[in-house]
């Protein structure tokens, strides 16, 4: 049994105005069998009332929302001494409203715009006590390989099998062994060896 | 005159604003909503040529957000402009 077997999944609320986006940000949850979501909320005041309530590991909260906004969610929580870890999702995302999140208490600070995957490992990272910030232009990857195809390339040159790879990113093997042709075509390489050395090279791993 | 003139370009000014807050704060979550169940789907796809297909699909709705993103801060630096 793998170690993501036996831990206990961490329980999020979601905290969000807009309906859709919220009902995007639940299905993602939904589908990691890392996380599990507690409650859903729909302005500052009720992600508040939620999370005394719940006291869930992590609350995913928008930074702009009606009532009380992320940064007021921050404030209550920190001010309350209450464990939950906040992770903050912010559409204008300057540098100088992460950083103020960061110093009220934030545990994470991500732009609307990043990948889903990303999402949700900032929230076991919070949930793990980590503190993440992830700027709101998604960099640019060379080779135009996608964010998840970096992901995999990671753990190859890690020394993790294609199998091991599907694990830890909750993907089918077929799904992992899909990605890495497209990176073998996209890198132009033959094999796992080449590809790492080549975006090693490229500078898309360090 | 004068004054009319001032009304008017308030007009505008809260006009633009009011498209501008509507096209950030309702538009752009809808079609980032849509770019985060692309990338739900594309983990559940086994076949190269349907993602690839897909990656297409992601890489124009973002590009969307771009040019919606871009029309906000335009509309934002014109009624500030007036």
Same mark, same amino acid.
């Given at each position: 049994?793998?170690?993501?077997? +036996? +831990?206990?999944?961490?329980?999020?609320?979601?905290?969000?105005?807009?309906?859709?986006?919220?009902?995007?940000?639940?299905?993602?949850?939904?589908?990691?069998?890392?996380?599990?979501?507690?409650?859903?909320?729909?302005?500052?005041?009720?992600?508040?009332?939620?999370?005394?309530?719940?006291?869930?590991?992590? #609350?995913?909260?928008?930074?702009?929302?009606?009532?009380?906004?992320?940064?007021?969610?921050? +404030?209550?929580?920190?001010?309350?001494?209450?464990?939950?870890?906040?992770?903050?999702?912010?559409?204008?995302?300057?540098?100088?409203?992460?950083?103020?999140?960061?110093?009220?208490?934030?545990?994470?600070?991500?732009?609307?715009?990043?990948?889903?995957?990303?999402?949700?490992? #900032?929230?076991?990272?919070?949930?793990?006590?980590?503190?993440?910030?992830?700027?709101?232009?998604?960099?640019?990857?060379?080779?135009?390989?996608?964010?998840?195809?970096?992901?995999?390339?990671?753990?190859?040159?890690?020394?993790?099998?294609?199998?091991?790879?599907?694990?830890?990113?909750?993907?089918?093997?077929?799904?992992?062994?899909?990605?890495?042709?497209?990176?073998?075509?996209?890198?132009?390489?033959?094999? +796992?060896? #080449?590809?790492?050395?080549?975006?090693?090279?490229?500078?898309?791993?360090? | 005159?004068?004054?009319? /003139?001032?009304?008017?370009?308030?007009?505008?000014?809260?006009? /633009?604003?009011?498209?501008?807050?509507?096209?950030?704060?309702?538009?752009?979550?809808?079609?980032?909503?849509?770019?985060?169940?692309?990338?739900?789907?594309?983990?559940? $796809?086994?076949?190269?040529? *349907?993602?690839?297909?897909?990656? *297409? $699909?992601?890489?124009?709705?973002?590009?969307?957000?771009?040019?919606? /993103?871009?029309?906000?801060?335009?509309?934002? *630096?014109?009624?500030?402009? $007036?």
């Amino acid at each position: 049994m793998s170690t993501v077997e +036996r +831990r206990r999944r961490v329980s999020v609320i979601v905290a969000e105005d807009h309906p859709l986006f919220r009902s995007a940000l639940v299905d993602m949850l939904k589908r990691r069998p890392d996380l599990e979501l507690a409650a859903e909320a729909a302005d500052g005041e009720q992600a508040v009332h939620q999370i005394h309530r719940l006291r869930p590991d992590v #609350a995913l909260v928008d930074l702009r929302m009606p009532r009380l906004g992320g940064m007021d969610v921050i +404030r209550s929580v920190v001010g309350a001494g209450l464990p939950t870890r906040i992770v903050v999702l912010t559409a204008e995302g300057d540098q100088a409203t992460r950083d103020a999140l960061v110093r009220a208490g934030a545990a994470g600070c991500l732009s609307k715009s990043a990948e889903a995957g990303t999402i949700a490992d #900032a929230i076991v990272a919070a949930a793990a006590g980590r503190v993440q910030q992830v700027s709101a232009a998604p960099p640019e990857v060379p080779y135009g390989l996608t964010q998840r195809e970096v992901d995999v390339l990671r753990l190859v040159a890690e020394g993790h099998s294609a199998p091991g790879i599907a694990k830890h990113l909750y993907l089918s093997p077929a799904t992992v062994s899909t990605h890495l042709k497209n990176i073998y075509r996209k890198l132009e390489v033959p094999d +796992r060896a #080449a590809a790492v050395a080549k975006a090693l090279r490229g500078g898309v791993l360090d | 005159v004068a004054t009319e /003139r001032a009304v008017i370009a308030a007009d505008i000014d809260s006009e /633009r604003e009011r498209i501008a807050a509507r096209l950030h704060d309702d538009s752009i979550q809808v079609m980032t909503a849509t770019a985060i169940r692309l990338q739900l789907l594309r983990d559940e $796809l086994d076949r190269s040529e *349907q993602i690839a297909q897909l990656d *297409q $699909l992601e890489e124009t709705v973002r590009r969307a957000i771009e040019r919606l /993103r871009q029309l906000v801060s335009e509309l934002r *630096q014109s009624a500030a402009d $007036l």
